[in-house]
C-alpha cells in the first residue's frame, strides 16, 4: 500500500484551486489599494511596489536556494503578503525597511514553516509588529491624506484618530473634549478614508467592497469577520454605555484603525485560523475582546495585530476542541 501525502492547508473541496483563490483575495484588495493611492498619492504606489516586489524575491529566493524545491511565487501568496504588508505602514516608510518588513515576512514567518499551509501565524502581521517593533518612530509617522499627492516622502504627518483618543485621555481629557477639539476627522472622512494611518486600514467602504467580494465568491465566510466587528462593537459599547466620557463609541472603533482590515483580509486567512464553523466565531470574539482590551488599556492605541496573531497561536488548540465533522461520520441528535 502506498504513502498518502497530505499538502498543507487549505484544504476545500471544489472548482477553486489555490492559485485562484488567491488571486480572487488580490482583486477583493483593489479598492482599498486605489483609495491609498488616491489619498496618500505616490508613497503609496512606491511602498505597495516595494513591499510585493521584495516578497516575490525573497519567496523565490529561498525557495531556490535555501529549499532547493518548486518555486510557487506564482501562486499568488506571496503578492498577498506584500500588499497586505504593505496596508500595515504609512505611506512615508522608508524602503529599506519594507524590504526588512518582508524578508521577516516571508523568510522567518512562512517559508521558515514549510512555505504556504504550514505558518502558524500570518506573515504580513508577523512582519508588521516586527517594524513597529523596530522601527516604532517611523511606524508611527502618519502622513496626513492629499489627494494625488506626488510626493514620495509626505512632509505633513499628525497622529491617527486613535492615538488622537488615547493622547487625550492619558492628559485627562474626556471624550466630548476630545471629540470638539478639531483633531478628530468628521465620520464621513473616516469612512471614506479621508484620515491618517496605514495605507490599507483607512477607508472602511473599500474594506468593505472588497469583503463583499470574497463572500459572493466564497474565498472567506461570514463567521470571522462577523464575530470579529460584533464582538468589538458589543465590548465598547457596553465600556461607553457605562461611562462615555472616558469609553469612545462603538462606532468609533469600527471605522477607525485596522480593525476592519484586520477583521476582513487578516483574521481569515485559511492558514491560519480555525477549520469549524463555530471555531471561527469563538476565533472571531477572541479576536475582538483583546482588540478592545489592548485599545483601552494597552499601551498602543491600536491593537488589531497583536490580537490576530494571539488568537493565531491559540489556533490549533481550538480546532483540537471543535473539530469538523469527519468525513461519513454519523452525527448523532440527542
Partial sequence: MGLLTVSGSPHIKGVDNVKKIMYGVVIAMIPAMLISFYFFGLGAIKVTLVAIASCLLFEFLIQRFLLKGKTTINDGSAIITGILLSFNVPSSMPSWMI?????????????????????????????????????????????????????????????????????????????????????????????????????????????????????FRKIITWHIPVSFIGTTFVFALILWLIDPSLYINPLFHLITGGLMLGAVFMATDMVTSPMSKTGQIIFGFGCGVLTILIRVWGAYPEGVSFAILLMNSVTPLINKGFKPTKFGEVVKNG
Fill in 99 to 215: 524590504i526588512i518588513g518582508s524578508l521577516v515576512a516571508i523568510g522567518i514567518a512562512k517559508m521558515s514553516f514549510g512555505g504556504l499551509g504550514k505558518n502558524p501565524f500570518n506573515p504580513a502581521l508577523v512582519g508588521r509588529v516586527f517594524l513597529l517593533i523596530s522601527f516604532p518612530v517611523d511606524m508611527t509617522n502618519w502622513p496626513k491624506p492629499q489627494a494625488f499627492s506626488t510626493a514620495l516622502t509626505d512632509a505633513i504627518t499628525g497622529p491617527t484618530p486613535l492615538a488622537i483618543v488615547k493622547e487625550g485621555i492619558s492628559k485627562g481629557q474626556t471624550i466630548p473634549e476630545i471629540m470638539s477639539s478639531g483633531k478628530i476627522p468628521a465620520y464621513v472622512d473616516m469612512l471614506f478614508g479621508n484620515m491618517g494611518g496605514s495605507l490599507g486600514e483607512i477607508s472602511t467602504i473599500a474594506i468593505l467592497i472588497g469583503g463583499l467580494y470574497l463572500l
